[in-house]
């Protein structure tokens, strides 16, 4: 296996490369294939041409060939020597580059001499010192017709042409691989780009809100940026939540905790004379004591509710809601109106679903005058469950509705602050309400108070 990595630019290099390689390869053997079949064909057309001719002239001495070869105007263009045998002699004629037919028995005769080795099948020959020639032969009654065309001049234009065709290979691979190196250089300098601005980034880690620079194009790595860049906001933005988190839970356990260990110090120096401040002191340990306890199981409640992962089934929210409705009644000093259609069923988790409607049911009883009712509601809405705890209560104004799901959050008002409470209830809450695949919104109810409204799917 390899395990190099390969960079952007090498694999484009490679690629191109390889196409230029293949491409001009391919159509220079194709050309040297057509070039060579089309010549070779046309030397055998001419060859058989010529035997053809001198079959019909029925030659059968030396006076009648001398009489053929004048009227044979020959426009070969290769070396051809011919031999006509007949009973009483032989004659041998040559034809050079000029066209011009020489009567020489005596140059023939070294050719005719030489020793003949035949290559493929009888039709091509090799005649040492004279090169290839295709051969051709043929008798009748008492005439031997032989020809042999050279085949040097489509050899050598065959070497010439494959000459030619490397030197525009070698052309085109050293122009492809400058070319190939160019383009890969240029497609891969943006996502150079990136990687240096995340190294840079990664480093500079004392950025509070680190963001990369995102090149423009091509679109592809400017997505790729961007996509980035959302990833890192939402990583920088939870970790803000985290620190914020933390700080604002040790900051709430801070203070139940110095006036605890204040009331200790009082019991402690002035205990002894005034033991009359031992009773207020402890119901304040107490009371603090008890605002710490449920601080915490909040916590608890909001770490595991964050990476709780819940089974949802088939659950009867209709009995849910009736059932809470009516336990929680008689332990407030409201009026609960229940307004609930029967079997309405969702997917999700009963136990969840119980925190959900007992957190809103008791701010809707912190939150809202004694005197006034509390309403609990379940309907089927367009097709989806919807769940509703509406109170008669001081309301939430509207640039605020959002920032109370946030941990730690509390409306500030001088009512408000007299209710105890830690901020981290309806951010349980609107966990949950996620856990159980739902959405929950705030909203006015009128003429006062608010309506926490949570719809979920119906199956
Ligand atoms: P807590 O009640 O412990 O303060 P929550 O997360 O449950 O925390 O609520 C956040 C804030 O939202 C509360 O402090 C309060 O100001 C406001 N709030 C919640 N429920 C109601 C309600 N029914 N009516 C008016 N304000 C509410």
Do not use: C
């Not at 002699?89 to 066209?99: L, M, N, P």
């Not at 150079?192 to 809100?209: F, P």
């Amino acid at each position: 296996m390899n395990d190099k990595q390969l960079t952007y630019q090498e694999l484009i290099n490679n690629g191109i490369k390889k196409l230029v390689i293949i491409i001009t390869l391919s159509i220079s053997a194709l050309i040297l294939i057509i070039v060579g079949v089309q010549q070779s064909l046309m030397t055998v057309h001419e060859a058989q041409g010529q035997m053809m001719s001198l079959n019909r002239a029925n030659i059968d001495d030396i006076p009648s060939f001398i009489h053929w070869n004048n009227q044979n105007n020959r426009h070969s263009k290769q070396n051809t020597v011919i031999r006509v045998k007949t009973n009483k002699s032989s004659i041998t004629a040559t034809s050079g580059r000029e066209g011009q037919v020489i009567m020489t028995s005596s140059a023939s005769k070294k050719f005719i001499a030489q020793k003949k080795f035949s290559i493929f099948g009888k039709n091509v020959v090799y005649v040492k010192s004279f090169g290839f020639f295709l051969f051709f032969s043929q008798k009748d009654s008492n005439t031997t017709y032989q020809i042999w065309v050279s085949l040097n001049r489509l050899i050598n234009s065959l070497i010439l042409l494959i000459i030619i065709i490397s030197i525009v290979v070698f052309i085109t691979l050293g122009f492809g691989t400058w070319w190939a190196h160019q383009l890969a250089a240029k497609l891969s300098a943006p996502t150079i780009q990136l990687v240096k601005e995340t190294k840079n980034t990664t480093k500079n880690s004392e950025v509070d809100q680190p963001t990369l620079e995102v090149p423009q194009s091509p679109q592809e790595i400017h997505e790729l940026g961007n996509a980035f860049n959302e990833l890192l906001t939402a990583q920088n933005q939870r970790l803000q939540r985290e620190k914020d988190f933390v700080s604002n839970a040790s900051h709430e356990l801070r203070t139940p905790i110095a006036a605890v260990r204040g009331n200790i110090n009082l019991i402690k120096r002035h205990g002894d004379k005034h033991p009359e401040v031992i009773p207020e002191s402890l119901d304040f340990i107490d009371e603090e004591s008890l605002r710490m306890q449920n601080l915490i199981e909040n916590l608890l409640h909001l770490s595991r509710a964050d990476r709780a992962k819940v089974i949802l089934q088939d659950e009867n929210l209709s009995e849910i809601t009736e059932q809470i409705g009516q336990h929680y009644e008689p332990s407030i000093p409201h009026k609960m109106i229940l307004d609930i259609d029967p079997n309405l069923h969702i997917s999700g988790n009963s136990d969840t679903l119980k925190q959900i409607i007992v957190a809103l049911l008791d701010n809707a009883n912190k939150y809202s005058d004694d005197n006034t009712p509390i309403n609990l509601s379940l309907k089927d809405i367009n097709n989806k469950v919807e769940l509703s705890v509406t109170d008669l209560g001081m309301g939430i104004p509207d640039d605020q509705k959002k920032l109370i799901f946030q941990r730690f959050y509390r409306v500030d008002t001088s009512h408000s602050n007299e209710i105890k409470g830690s901020g981290l209830g309806l951010s349980i809450v609107a966990q949950l309400v996620k856990l159980n695949n739902g959405t929950i919104e705030v909203l006015d109810n009128h003429p006062r108070g608010s309506i926490f409204k949570i719809i979920f799917d119906k199956i």
